[in-house]
């Protein structure tokens, strides 16, 4: 080929400078995608690869709102409209403070070759705001939501663009947003996933991104004639996809020990049971408490300002916080406590070293892309469930889930096969999914 890997991440950055996860994101595709544009001329020549890291289009926009005193507020508005070769755009919108364009650029192309993986028709996208619903009112994060909407509205639809929760998007956001979508289009449809199943939402969806991730671990484990079952695991953040992974390792058998929130992490030796993560959802998604009140509750130990990653005794490892959440050191640290399984419910939390080392140590690393497609693996059932008029069962949805993730997991441990990598689940998830891609993009035309 005649440009390196180097030289073309040179003149990405040259393009989007300060971008620095959208970096991230794409030299890691890049560099496993290589061997597969070295055997697809036709890839090479239509000159996929540089059209895929530009989005199809970014959408901008200001949110005035008014507090609870009666203050006007201002926050920013995107949505990344990244890939649309294979479906329509699909994926969550994130409010938190940390949001900027660079940062919503990585995850909706992440989200690209997620959603192929999936094999459901849809395309990649990303967005949200600056807003941080974090101590804000209820009615303050019903007046944002309606001004976040009162312009998304206009570019979004069930054929076009379909949005879902992501961090500080759960239910209660969801429904907002719904509404001001109802009441501006006159129209209730399929919109937006993640709903309340009183109102259109599947069974599951809440659970299936953390689910998902264990079963992926489980199928990993399975390769090695193993199981999830009596392992100890580590898991980071407390939120949604956190409480279902450790909803779905107490129901395969092994025990969750830790939890954590931006503030610190709780180690409860004993297990986080069912019961204990009953309380960890009222306290995350009804009072919205902080992780520590568990140490006071169940009597075990907080670990103030850290992350959970020094913690011995455990197998097995699940990142669900946020982005570079796990780095070099931490994996050092889990590699040396024998922990040997990492599936990753958030989206890219590990550093690019700690990613090598997992690679280098041959230990079972599945990366987000492929380890927490489940959730918009579901999006994608609640659209079908929207589209047919219909609901399905809880244990239907959790059926077609597991087999999704069964799928993707065979497909990435034979796409990395294929390409001389045995094991390599990075290398056979951005393989994987680039070639479905960039196939479809073959087929369209320059568009
Ligand atoms: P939630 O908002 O429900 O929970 C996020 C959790 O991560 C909270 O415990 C939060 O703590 C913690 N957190 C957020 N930012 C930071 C930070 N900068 N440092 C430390 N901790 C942090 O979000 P989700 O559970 O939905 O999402 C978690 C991850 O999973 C994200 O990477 C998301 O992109 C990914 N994901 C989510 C999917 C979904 O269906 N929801 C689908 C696929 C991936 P605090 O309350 O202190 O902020």
């Not at 799928?407 to 998830?429: F, K």
Request: net charge negative; proline share 3%.
């Amino acid at each position: 080929m005649s440009e390196s890997v180097a030289a073309f991440m040179d003149r990405v950055v040259a393009r989007s400078s300060g971008e620095t996860e959208f970096h991230q994101a794409v030299h890691e595709v890049v560099e496993s995608v290589w061997p597969a544009l070295e055997r697809h001329a036709e890839i090479r020549k239509a000159n996929v690869l540089d059209r895929m890291v530009e989005p199809e289009r970014v959408i901008l926009f200001r949110v005035p709102w008014v507090d609870d005193q009666g203050v006007v507020r201002v926050n920013r508005g995107y949505r990344v409209e990244m890939n649309s070769a294979i479906g329509p755009y699909k994926g969550g919108l994130r409010f938190h403070p940390s949001v900027t364009l660079g940062l919503l650029k990585f995850l909706a192309f992440e989200q690209v070759y997620k959603n192929a993986l999936t094999t459901l028709p849809m395309g990649g996208g990303k967005g949200g705001s600056d807003f941080d619903p974090k101590g804000k009112s209820d009615m303050e994060v019903m007046r944002f939501c309606q001004s976040f909407m009162s312009e998304l509205f206009r570019h979004i639809g069930d054929h076009t663009d379909i949005p879902a929760g992501d961090i500080g998007v759960g239910g209660r956001e969801i429904g907002f947003l719904f509404g001001q979508y109802k009441k501006l289009s006159n129209e209730f449809a399929g919109v937006l996933t993640g709903k309340n199943v009183n109102w259109g939402g599947s069974l599951i969806r809440p659970e299936s991104t953390g689910y998902g991730t264990v079963y992926f671990a489980e199928e990993m484990l399975k390769s090695r004639d193993q199981s999830i079952s009596n392992k100890t695991c580590i898991v980071s953040g407390s939120g949604n996809v956190s409480q279902f992974a450790v909803e779905n390792i107490n129901r395969l058998g092994g025990k969750a020990v830790t939890l954590s929130d931006s503030d610190g992490f709780i180690y409860d030796e004993d297990g986080i049971d069912q019961e204990k993560i009953e309380w960890v959802k009222e306290l995350k998604n009804v009072r919205r408490g902080r992780i520590r009140e568990y140490a006071e509750m169940f009597g075990c130990e907080y670990h103030e300002g850290r992350r959970p990653w020094g913690v011995e005794g455990a197998e097995c490892a699940f990142p669900c916080a946020t982005q570079n959440e796990l780095n070099g050191e931490d994996a050092k640290r889990l590699l040396a406590n024998g922990v040997y399984v990492v599936a990753e419910g958030a989206n890219m939390p590990s550093e690019p070293d700690a990613i090598r080392q997992f690679v280098d140590q041959k230990i079972l690393y599945g990366p987000g892309k492929a380890a927490n497609a489940g959730g918009v693996a579901t999006s994608g059932l609640e659209m079908a469930q929207n589209a047919g008029f219909t609901t399905w069962t809880r244990d239907e949805v959790d059926q077609r889930l597991l087999k999704i993730m069964v799928n993707i997991h065979r497909n990435c441990q034979q796409t990395a096969e294929e390409y001389g990598t045995p094991g390599n689940y990075v290398n056979g998830a951005n393989i994987a999914g680039f070639l479905k891609v960039a196939r479809a993009m073959l087929d369209q035309g320059v568009v």
